[in-house]
Structures are given as structure tokens and as C-alpha cells.
């Protein structure tokens, strides 16, 4: 047996990606032709088909350029794949970022923010302000007593003791 040929049949994906077909026998026919099979690169400027460099993620400007190269379908060209990806990565990206600061913030909302410290501070003041008032007001309530000799003693005997 000759060494690099494989023996029994075809591997499925071996058919599937065109194993024996090159890409080059279907240059000069349609996109969709060429499509067919997966490894193949559809250039739009000179209606070649050529084999995708695999060893490349994007095809090089020397082979097509990314405006005319086709892979996959025939109405997607590479240049608007990227962009579209680049759009569509970035939004997720924003997405996340968003999502992480709103988490952070309300985190940091557990405490009381702003306007509740100011409103619990008015509060006290309030509540200061108004025993001051009500000492005031018992402090001259009892002046009126002591004037009047309605005020209430400690000891209410002791003026007698004396006598």
C-alpha cells in the first residue's frame, strides 16, 4: 500500500468538505457553485473560486480582496462580516459593562444615600429644636405658677414647719 493514502472508504467529512473536488474546477461558474462545497473561497472580482487559506483566518489581500471574497453564502462579503462582528461585539461588550455598573451601584445604594441622611438629619434638628421649645414653654408655665402661688412644692408642708 502507497504511504498517505487512506484505506476503506471516504470519512464522511472528508465528502462533505469536497475532499477530491478541487475549488479551482468551479471558477468561471456561479457563487453558489462554488459555495457548495466549504472549503472554498468565492473571489467576486475575477468570478474565481479558490481554496480558503486555512492557515489564515481572513483571506490575504493578495489572494482577493475582503470587499469581493465571499465564504459561506454568496450575499456576505468578509468586509461586512467584520464590521457587522465588530458592531455586535462592541454592544455586547457596552452590554456587560452596563450591567456591571448598574450591579456596583446598587451595591453601594444599600447604604442610605444623599437625600435619606439629609432627611434623617432635618429630622433630628426638628426633634431638637421642639424639646428646646417644650423646656421653654415649661420653664415659663412654671413662672406663671410661682407668680400666681399655683406652683406645686416639693414639699408643700415645709412653708408650716417654720411657724
Known amino acids: 500500500m502507497a504511504p498517505g493514502v487512506a484505506r476503506g472508504p471516504m470519512p464522511y467529512w472528508t465528502l462533505r468538505l469536497g475532499g477530491a473536488a478541487p475549488c479551482s474546477q468551479n471558477t468561471n461558474k456561479t457563487c453558489e457553485e462554488c459555495l457548495k462545497n466549504v472549503s472554498c473561497l468565492w473571489c467576486n472580482t475575477n468570478k474565481a473560486c479558490l481554496d480558503y487559506p486555512v492557515t489564515s483566518v481572513l483571506p490575504p489581500a493578495s489572494l482577493c480582496k475582503l470587499s469581493s471574497a465571499r465564504w459561506g453564502v454568496c450575499w456576505v462579503n468578509f468586509e461586512a462580516l467584520i464590521i457587522t462582528m465588530s458592531v455586535v461585539g462592541g454592544t455586547l461588550l457596552l ?69
Request: glycine share 2%; charged share 50%.
Open 95 to 163: 452590554g456587560i459593562a452596563i450591567c456591571c455598573c448598574c450591579c456596583c451601584r446598587r451595591k453601594r445604594s444599600r447604604k442610605p444615600d444623599r437625600s435619606e441622611e439629609k432627611a434623617m438629619r432635618e429630622r433630628e434638628e426638628r426633634r431638637i429644636r421642639q424639646e428646646e421649645r417644650r423646656a421653654e414653654m415649661k420653664t415659663r408655665h412654671d413662672e406663671i405658677r410661682k407668680k400666681y402661688g399655683l406652683f406645686k412644692e416639693e414639699n408643700p408642708y415645709a412653708r408650716f414647719e417654720n411657724n
